[in-house]
């Protein structure tokens, strides 16, 4: 059936739509109002509103799935079927081996490396046998009903469209846009869960080659290994600097001490990349008397991962726990693919892996790599491309979520939860969740913080009877870096240092979920991507090491996100009244303040007026700084707003003032108090030579690249979309910036790498629909000749939001109505 354009001014319109999903009569919870239609239409249903947001209804999970899969195949087939070409192991044939693919969050390796990665996986039939399992190891009924609903849905867009009419470049005519099944569908689920392992072990797992020993050879010298320290120094700084390059996000919930009316709030605000597999995709999702759920999910996944439903409304954000650990295991000098464990020589296991290849001729052949594997896992010479050379002993990968399937049916559940209870519930018995905390609130008035995930079986005890010396440098504080997670390096010549079964946990190696800290409140809860200790600083809250660390530095967004949340309730913040609204949450997030400017500009600004006769000595250059001392003391609100003066100045003064290391680590003239770390550290030393020399290389960069010093932040931090300039507000991470955004260069052009991405706030009262606002900051399509691919940037480049649709009676009155009827 041909989609039908509905007018807002027409009476027939309402009464078009109205038909089309049957009665009108309020189903679900008491406050559910006219959320859904007492029954489902006899056919998948999308209802298309403004911005292009689908609120697809059907009488099952199938049909459910068949909505979801036609429309967002229609809003990004290119990026989805660029998705199940890679984890297909396919790229190289397509795209050549040379190119670059993402199957993590940041495009760090090569599109064979890629391939031999995901053909490794499909070889083993992982995700075959995680199939072939029953719930909760395998996928519950319902998820299967929807995506087999998925699957035929997105069949049919394509079908319908045709390969060479696809109407986004990227993938018009292309070979590899083909129809899928539902096990590329679960492949690319079980790519997401995994790809907080991929990123940093990923090139190391395919390239691990044995030394060319043997017995009949001489035996060559081996290179001088490293020291512990050093190892241990180098993954460290590599991992940090990989986490300020990747995923991050915020998330607040207040209970019904913390808001101005109704019973609780909830803010949503992940760091997403803009780009790729992990953009994330809106719809409104509704089976009547089931489930009818709003929100944002990974594009591809047919359910909500970050929304809300009649009751409850939750989060994710980027958690402070490895989800893999290293295996130390002693080689053989003249078999090194020998491994002792246990006073027991044990062999490895070769397998040869092999994929098709597009040669520079356009002919295909093949590469084989054979890759090496031990009871533990695949061996690594790299992490985060720091060598972990194969010499005396080699690195074994065990990956807690290689067997995990469960996130899908977490997801599913967290959807139809009714409140913060059911969430934990739902969290306990799944241990789903990959490497994110969970943050939620409830129409009962309750906030929860919850860092209850796929976690390694390493208790304390455990974790200090088995690290290697390297480990333990990596494990402990001595080298801590911002939300930089333990990770754990265990000696593989013992088989009692293996992860153990846990009787209370869901699967072999996890730890016992009552382990994990959570926490409920009345007045807020928040995370920023630090550990679980300070959910809320009146009630720290303690946990095994594997889940992070207690007791120290928080990152200055960290901070930032308390100080909001703290500063709002008790009506200290310079706005009317106490509590939190819709309007005034909206407006701290857009306010894009930063932590950084607060606690260093003054003294920033007394430096740079006391130096002498404003010449700062940079690499043999003097460079006169005079100039820019009024510009920063003029930058009095401390904002990333598109209009600032004074931003960009110090956003390049405070990088090079860094210089990769913690915001602690800086010239504070009062330390870090675990007693008060909330406000501490503070007072920058203006007289440092840091200080200064930092200042003067900004100012020099500023000049070099022909950017005024007091240039607004929209000259600088733009992106173009369809020929179109549109400036971003908001900043990086270091500065202590709520509203994140990563400038970086995507083909050749600047733009936005990753930052917020799904924004959303809900409110709840103690009866009625929940009240919502939203923007999807890079919109809904990444297609150019779609007419949403940049409006909802506008909308987020403007300091907008768009009021969400929700009930039956709110979507049937939208002005921009179009229903596509699936039969």
């Not at 240039?711 to 994140?740: C, F, M, W, Y």
Request: net charge negative; proline share 8%; aromatic share 8%.
């Amino acid at each position: 059936m041909a989609r039908r354009r509905f007018r807002a001014r027409l009476p027939m319109a309402v009464a078009a739509a109205v038909a089309v999903i049957s009665t009108m009569t309020a189903a679900g919870s008491p406050g559910a109002g006219s959320s859904a239609a007492a029954q489902g239409p006899d056919k998948p249903t999308i209802r298309y509103t403004e911005y292009g947001i689908p609120h697809i209804i059907a009488s099952n999970w199938e049909g459910l799935g068949t909505g979801y899969g036609y429309a967002a195949a229609k809003d990004n087939i290119c990026t989805l079927a660029d998705t199940y070409l890679m984890v297909n192991a396919q790229r190289s044939r397509y795209l050549g081996p040379d190119g670059t693919a993402s199957p993590g969050e940041t495009q760090n390796t090569t599109n064979l490396n890629s391939d031999l990665y995901f053909q490794r996986i499909n070889d083993n039939r992982v995700v075959e046998r995680l199939l072939d399992q029953p719930a909760p190891n395998g996928p519950e009924p319902e998820v299967k009903e929807a995506i087999r609903g998925y699957v035929q849905g997105y069949n049919r867009y394509l079908a319908e469209t045709g390969v060479n009419n696809i109407s986004d470049p990227a993938c018009r005519g292309a070979a590899w846009v083909k129809p899928i099944t539902e096990l590329d569908v679960y492949r690319h689920a079980h790519a997401e869960i995994i790809m907080g392992s991929a990123d940093p072990l990923l090139n190391g797992e395919v390239t691990a080659q044995p030394p060319g020993a043997s017995a009949a050879a001489p035996k060559a010298r081996a290179p001088k290994a490293p020291s512990p320290e050093e190892t241990a120094k180098k993954i460290r700084d590599a991992m940090a600097a990989s986490r300020q390059q990747s995923m991050g996000s915020n998330a607040l919930a207040v209970g019904s001490q913390g808001v101005s009316q109704g019973t609780s709030m909830m803010l949503a605000n992940p760091h997403f990349p803009w780009q790729g597999k992990n953009r994330m995709w809106q719809s409104q999702l509704t089976i009547p008397g089931k489930v009818n759920v709003s929100g944002g999910s990974l594009l591809g996944l047919p359910a909500v991962n970050i929304g809300h439903n009649d009751d409850v409304a939750w989060s994710h954000t980027i958690a402070t726990v490895a989800p893999f650990g290293l295996f130390d295991v002693q080689v053989d000098p003249l078999n090194p693919t020998n491994y002792l464990v246990d006073g027991t020589w044990q062999k490895m296991t070769s397998q040869q892996v092999t994929v098709d290849v597009r040669n520079a001729d356009g002919s295909i052949g093949k590469v084989s790599r054979t890759l090496w594997s031990t009871r533990y896992g695949p061996i690594t010479t790299s992490m985060q491309g720091v060598p972990l050379p194969w010499v005396v002993s080699a690195h074994a990968v065990r990956d807690v979520n290689m067997d995990n399937l469960r996130a899908m049916n977490t997801w599913f559940h967290l959807d139809q939860t009714k409140d913060v209870n059911d969430v934990v519930n739902t969290l306990e018995t799944t241990e789903g969740i990959p490497f994110f905390n969970t943050v939620a609130s409830d129409r009962k008035g309750n906030a929860l913080y919850a860092d209850i995930q796929a976690t390694p079986n390493i208790t304390d005890e455990h974790a200090q009877s088995c690290l290697t010396e390297t480990g333990k440098l990596l494990w402990n504080q001595a080298l801590r870096l911002p939300n930089v997670p333990p990770i754990s390096i265990f000696d593989g010549k013992r088989g009692a240092c293996d992860w153990p079964d846990d009787p209370n946990a869901v699967a072999p190696g996890l730890l016992d979920p009552h382990k994990q800290p959570r926490l409920i409140r009345s007045d807020f809860v928040g995370n920023a991507n630090d550990s679980a200790w300070l959910a809320n600083p009146e009630q720290p809250l303690s946990y095994p090491r594997v889940m992070g660390d207690a007791a120290a530095p928080r990152s200055l967004r960290t901070q930032e996100l308390i100080l909001t949340a703290q500063n709002r309730i008790n009506g200290t913040d310079g706005l009317p009244g106490r509590g939190f609204t819709p309007e005034n949450m909206r407006q701290l997030l857009f306010a894009d303040n930063s932590r950084a400017a607060d606690l260093a500009l003054d003294a920033t600004v007394t430096m740079c007026q006391n130096v002498p006769f404003g010449l700062i000595l940079v690499d043999g250059n003097l460079v006169n700084v005079s100039e820019a001392c009024p510009v920063l003391a003029a930058w009095k609100d401390h904002n990333y707003s598109a209009d600032s003066r004074g931003s960009w100045l110090f956003e390049n003064y405070w990088a090079f003032l860094l210089n990769g290391q913690a915001a602690e680590k800086l010239p504070w003239r009062v330390p870090f108090d675990p007693k008060d770390p909330v406000h501490t550290p503070n007072s920058l030393d203006s007289t440092s030579s840091a200080v200064r020399d930092a200042f003067g290389r900004a100012v020099l960069a500023l000049r070099n690249a022909g950017i005024p010093l007091n240039a607004p932040l929209s000259d600088v931090q733009k992106i173009t979309r369809n020929g179109e300039q549109i400036p971003i507000h908001g900043s990086i991470s270091e500065l202590g910036v709520l509203n994140v955004v990563t400038p970086g260069v995507v083909d050749g052009k600047l733009d936005i790498t990753f930052g917020s991405s799904f924004i959303q706030e809900v409110r709840f009262t103690a009866d009625g629909p929940p009240q919502t606002s939203s923007v999807l900051a890079y919109s809904q399509s990444a297609n150019p000749n779609s007419p949403h691919y940049a409006d909802q940037t506008k909308l987020f480049s403007a300091g907008q939001w768009v009021t969400e649709r929700f009930t039956e009676d709110q979507i049937a009155a939208s002005p921009s109505l179009e229903v596509k009827v699936l039969d």
